[in-house]
């Protein structure tokens, strides 16, 4: 079983809509929560993150855990064409070394339509 | 402030040489994280360092190495290179309390083995 686990997609969203992407983890002791956007041919960049003990919301986008499921979800409200990236969720967990690390998931397409 | 320098940008190699990759970080950025993404596995750990120490290890052969300096520019080596070995190397660096976690990549280094 991997350990982040997104759907590929493509998910297609028209414009203005709600977007919606959804990643689940098998590591229960994970307290903290990363999205990333990539663009096609640029480097991943950071979006939001959250801690175990809550949502978060900043401008159009809002990160929410459901630690009994273990899934996190982003939401992208008033999409836009901007908004077309591959989103990579990724979760930390504690490696051998006894620090934390981060396990992406393959990351779900998101492709806004105007 | 500059953003995470990789060098070289491109680079082809044949099977069974070596190759070195650098990477800067962010000035007041003391980990540095290396990750190698394809198309099939997404994006997969390698290492991290911090403080010229080696804080993390993924599951990579041990073709693989690392080293950071006293400057906290980091390499990272790959020897015998496979034609596996082909991908996009992304380094990232972290801000101080998010190490490891909260990663701001370079432009990555695109590795071609032949």
């Known amino acids: 079983q991997k350990e982040v686990e997104q759907n590929s997609g493509p998910l297609s969203v028209p414009e203005g809509a709600i977007a919606s992407l959804n990643c689940t983890y098998s590591?229960?002791?994970?307290?903290?929560f990363f999205w990333y956007r990539q663009y096609s041919g640029k480097s991943p960049e950071l979006i939001m993150f959250i801690y175990s003990n809550g949502d978060k919301e900043d401008g159009r986008f809002t990160a929410q855990l459901n630690k009994a499921s273990q899934y996190v979800s982003l939401l992208i409200r008033d999409s836009q064409p901007s908004d077309s990236a591959t989103y990579l969720c990724a979760v930390n967990c504690i490696s051998n070394f006894g620090n934390e690390k981060l396990t992406f998931g393959t990351g779900t397409r998101l492709t806004i339509i105007p | 402030k500059a953003g995470v320098t990789q060098t070289p940008r491109y680079l082809i190699k044949t099977r069974g040489q070596q190759v070195t990759l650098s990477c800067s970080p962010i000035s007041g950025h003391r980990s540095v994280s290396w990750y190698q993404q394809t198309p099939g596995q997404g994006l997969q750990f390698l290492f991290e360092y911090f403080s010229e120490t080696q804080r993390n290890k993924g599951n990579f052969p041990g073709r693989f190495s690392g080293r950071q300096f006293s400057n906290s520019r980091s390499e990272m080596n790959v020897s015998t290179l496979e034609l596996g070995d082909s991908a996009l190397y992304l380094c990232a660096s972290s801000p101080p309390g998010l190490e490891g976690v909260a990663l701001h990549f370079g432009n990555g280094t695109r590795l071609t083995v032949t």
């Open positions: 590591d229960r002791g994970s307290q903290s």
